[in-house]
């Protein structure tokens, strides 16, 4: 039995979105079963694995207003093995619409449920924001990953993330664990990088990935093609790094 990750931090643009993409396709290159689910009303998993996100009839917001069901949601993608319920800009009105629901925490884990055995892993793609979406993905996961940038500011927000980790742990979902954290856009000629990389060493106590996901322009570029990055360039630097986090993972005994 694989896991539900949950790629998790409030700050936009650490690579929460390009690690699910090529997380999830690195994993189903590995012969597994993955599903992924796009939490971001930006919808920029969904477009990055090939699927248009002004089309699609049934999204994770039909699927949360229990417009449709979870089967109905999830559709194929351009990978072999990747299964996606997709998201688009009306998800941005869910956290209104789900108002006076009752548990609305538990509203994507009670859909969850149904299809997880299906799957060997499952990865959400979490909106930049600690909002009652990422709880809902955090009840559903059994662990987060946390992606963090190498830049200055890498810091910030994280004792709030953790904090936020903690409190749903011990009042929604105690089985819920730290999956660890995976440093991204790193340059190894930078003393920042490794600043950052220290600090982080330094101030938290949780797994760190030895494999460290590189600054690679190829891995920017992927998307506008809507595929993942072991499909765009499979001997890039930053399809060798995915797919080297994907064994890690998919190895560990621990969780
Ligand atoms: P988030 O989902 O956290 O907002 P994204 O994954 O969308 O972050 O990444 C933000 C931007 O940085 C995107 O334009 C993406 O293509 C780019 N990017 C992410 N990771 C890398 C990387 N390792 N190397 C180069 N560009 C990257
Ligand atoms: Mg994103």
Redesign the pocket.
């Given at each position: 039995m694989g896991r539900i990750i949950a790629i998790a931090?409030q700050?936009?643009?650490?690579?929460?979105?390009?690690?699910s993409i090529n997380l999830a396709a690195s994993i189903a290159e590995m012969g597994k079963r993955v599903l992924a689910i796009d939490l971001?009303p930006q919808g920029?998993m969904t477009s990055g694995l090939g699927v248009d996100k002004n089309e699609v009839e049934n999204t994770v917001y039909e699927l949360m207003l229990d417009e449709c069901s979870i089967n109905e949601s999830i559709q194929d993608t351009v990978v072999k093995g990747l299964r996606l319920i997709p998201s688009n800009v009306n998800l941005a009105g869910a956290e209104i619409e789900l108002l006076g629901i009752n548990d609305k925490e538990y509203i994507l884990k009670t859909a969850v449920d149904y299809i997880r055995d299906d799957y060997d892993f499952i990865v959400i793609?979490c909106p930049?924001s600690l909002n009652m979406l990422t709880v809902n993905a955090m009840t559903t996961a059994d662990t987060v990953l946390v992606?963090i940038q190498c830049e200055y500011y890498a810091l910030e927000g994280l004792s709030q993330l953790i904090h936020t980790i903690n409190l749903v742990q011990e009042r929604l979902n105690p089985n819920l664990q730290m999956e660890g954290v995976v440093f991204?856009?790193y340059d190894v000629r930078t003393k920042l990088s490794n600043q950052v990389v220290e600090n982080v060493k330094e101030n938290l106590d949780t797994k760190i990935y030895e494999t460290m996901?590189?600054?690679?322009?190829r891995?920017?570029e992927a998307?506008s093609y809507g595929i993942p990055i072991n499909m765009y360039d499979s001997k890039s630097a930053?399809a060798e790094s995915y797919r080297k986090l994907a064994k890690e993972i998919v190895g560990r005994k621990d969780l």
């Open positions: 931090n700050k936009g643009g650490v690579g929460k979105t390009t690690t971001d920029n793609d930049p992606p991204t856009m996901i590189p600054r690679n322009i891995l920017a998307p930053g």
